[in-house]
């Protein structure tokens, strides 16, 4: 499986983004896939997740309320959604796939087989 995801740009703080991956391969619903970030200096951390059928999603506590994770099973896509930014959000962003799904999506790193490389989302204040 090969992940592409783009989107990510300079915005300022209060302004929405939507990031997707594009991911290549015939399985693509049967995938976990999720979104990961990781600031200038800091680990990498969960953001969100969704699994295989889009039915179950999970979010880190601090974007729960401002981020939407979504897919296209037929498009082989997968968008973050990003609303109410905040200098906070900046990182570089990553998709994952996690090739056995579960009714609940991960939200550690270890547990995904496949990841793109990052788009960067710079939020300024």
């Known amino acids: 499986v090969q992940l592409q995801a783009f989107g990510g740009g300079l915005v300022q703080a209060g302004d929405s983004l939507r990031l997707s991956c594009a991911a290549s391969g015939r399985t693509f619903s049967s995938y976990v896939m999720g979104w990961f970030r990781q600031a200038p200096g800091k680990e990498r951390e969960f953001v969100g997740a969704i699994v295989g059928s889009g039915i179950n999603t999970r979010y880190r506590d601090s974007v729960k309320a401002r981020f939407a994770i979504s897919r296209d099973n037929a498009g082989n896509t997968v968008y973050l959604q990003m609303n109410s930014l905040k200098p906070e959000d900046t990182a570089v962003y990553y998709c994952?796939?996690?090739?056995?799904?579960?009714?609940?999506?991960?939200?550690?790193?270890?547990?995904?087989?496949?990841w793109g490389k990052g788009t960067l989302v710079t939020v300024s204040s």
């Open positions: 994952a796939a996690k090739a056995r799904s579960t009714l609940r999506p991960s939200s550690q790193a270890v547990d995904y087989d496949y």
